[in-house]
């Protein structure tokens, strides 16, 4: 059976487990899964790859050409920068340092808003980010805020990195001081920032397994594909 389809926005602080949790749901929907951050993080990648990071944040001519002559694409689970495969490279934690600093520049916000807000029109999509309830879609069918304490966010960052890569050369307490500064960020900045949506149900999944929180989700969905007049067939 086919379910209609609906827009499912999941916004929430760094490393809270919305990407896995939003890529499995969309699995069991059988909707297409929508990972903004990896928009962000491959735009972060080229400004380190040019070091051009400080540039981008004085110099607005630069800015604009920067970001015109950029090519981000979401493939399946692939994301393209400017036609090369960097699906790896944008999760090494140099990316995640300076990702919040190209995050908070409003030209790069306008070009991936513009681009996420296509990705999601024919709905049936999960769509994961820090604006996607307030900004891109505010009139998604199921919101949700997800948050972890700092502490479980930075152990589930670490055993991922660590799951990945033996030699990691950093700690448990580096990760946490990392990822309360990228909240700080988030949360702070001018455009966009991060912040649950009014009508957003929040889910504090410090204590829940990603299958759970999976679950969770999916019964809410299916209650609002159920009785949502703004479902499409
Ligand atoms: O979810 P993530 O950690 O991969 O996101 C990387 C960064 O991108 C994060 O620090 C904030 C930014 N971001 C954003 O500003 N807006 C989004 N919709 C998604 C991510």
């Given at each position: 059976m086919t379910l209609k389809k609906i827009v499912i926005a999941i916004d929430g602080p760094a490393a809270s487990g919305k990407s896995t949790t939003a890529k499995l749901l969309a699995q069991k929907l059988g909707y297409v899964y929508i990972d903004t951050g990896a928009m962000y993080r491959a735009?972060?990648?080229?400004?380190?790859?040019q070091d051009v990071l400080e540039r981008l944040q004085t110099d607005e001519a630069f800015l604009r050409q920067f970001v015109d002559s950029t090519d981000v694409r979401l493939s399946e689970s692939s994301v393209w920068l400017d036609g090369k495969d960097v699906t790896t490279e944008i999760r090494t934690n140099d990316v995640s340092k300076s990702v919040s600093k190209v995050s908070a520049l409003k030209a790069v916000r306008e070009k991936l808003s513009a681009i996420q807000k296509k990705l999601g029109e024919a709905k049936g999509v999960?769509?994961?980010?820090?604006?996607i309830g307030t900004a891109i879609f505010p009139n998604a069918e199921l919101k949700i805020y997800m948050l972890a304490s700092v502490q479980e966010r930075a152990k589930r960052r670490y055993a991922e990195l660590k799951a990945k890569n033996a030699e990691l050369g950093v700690?448990?307490?580096?990760?946490?001081?990392?990822?309360?500064?990228?909240d700080e960020e988030d949360m702070n900045r001018a455009v966009s920032p991060l912040r649950k949506a009014d009508d957003?149900?929040?889910?504090?999944?410090?204590?829940?397994?990603?299958e759970e929180q999976v679950e969770r989700i999916y019964k809410l969905a299916l209650e609002k594909i159920n009785d949502c007049k703004g479902a499409v067939q």
């Open positions: 735009f972060a990648l080229k400004a380190l790859t999960v769509m994961d980010g820090r604006d700690t448990i307490e580096e990760l946490e001081a990392e990822i309360r500064r990228r957003a149900i929040e889910l504090d999944t410090s204590a829940l397994t990603i």
